[in-house]
C-alpha cells in the first residue's frame, strides 16, 4: 500500500459514517479496495489478516450506488451488511470463507489445518465454478490458492477458462498467462503424464509435505507476521519496520510479540538464528 494507490478519501463523521462518489469511475467493472486507518496512523496503513484486518474489497463501476452497513464484530470488517450491489455481496462472502480459517486457533495438528485449508481450496472453486459474475468467480479462484494446485487441479482451471473465454478484462488476461489452454490432444496427453507421475510418488509427496510443515512454525504466521519476521531477520528496528510497511509502531509491536509467541522465542537474536 502506498500514498500513490489511493483513488480517494473521506472522514468518518462523529456518527460513524462516510461516502464517496463513484461518478468518475470507469463504466466496467473493477476491484477497488476499502480500508480504514486508525487515528494516528498513516492514511496507506494497511494490515493484513486477523481481527485488525483493516480493508475490504468491492466491485464497482461509476453507476454503483452501494450502501454498507457495519454490525458487531470483534474485527472491523468481519460482520458487514452490503445492499445494492450483488458482486459485492458475493466478494463479501469469499472473504468470510477465507476469514474464518485464517482466524480460527487450531488446537490440533499442523496436519488438521492443512485439511481444514484443502476443504476451505475445493470449497472456494465450487463457489467460483457456480459463480454468475466472472470477476468474483475469479477472485475466489485466486483466494483458493490456485497456484499451488495447478498440477492436481489443470482440468477446472483450463474449463475455467473457456467458461469465460469472452472475458476481456485485464484481470482476467493475466490469470490466462498463468493457465494457459492447450488443445484437447495436448491436454490429453498432460493429463495422462500428471496420471502416471502422481500415481508414483503420491504418497511419498504428501508425506514429505505433512513433515516439513509440521516442522515449520512459520506457517502459523500470518501475511503480514511473515513480511514483518523477514525484516527482523534482516535486523530491522521496529521503527524502520513501521516506516517501510506503513504502520503504526504500535501496531509492529503487536505483531512482534505475536511472532515471538507462536514461533516460542523470547529475542530478537533468537529469530536471526532460526
Known sequence: MSNQMIIDRAEIDE?????????YLPDEYYLYRLHISKKGDPPASLIIGGNDENHMFLLANKQSDIFIKKND?????GNVEIKNSPRSQKLDEVDKMVFFIDTTNFNGSPLKRELMENALDEKLRQFADSCSYPLVA?????KSNFESHQTTNTDFYVSFIKKWKQEKSTYFDEFRKKIPVKTDR???YVSMIFGFILGIILM???QKRVITKSLNPIRDLTVQERNIFTMLQKGKSNKEISDELNISLSTVKSHVNSIFSKLKVKSRREILNL
Open 15 to 23: 456518527n460513524g459514517n462516510f461516502s464517496f462518489t463513484t461518478n
Open 73 to 77: 464484530s470483534e474485527s472491523i470488517f
Open 138 to 142: 475469479l477472485y475466489a479462484i485466486y
Open 186 to 188: 495436448n491436454l490429453s
Open 204 to 206: 511419498y509427496f504428501i
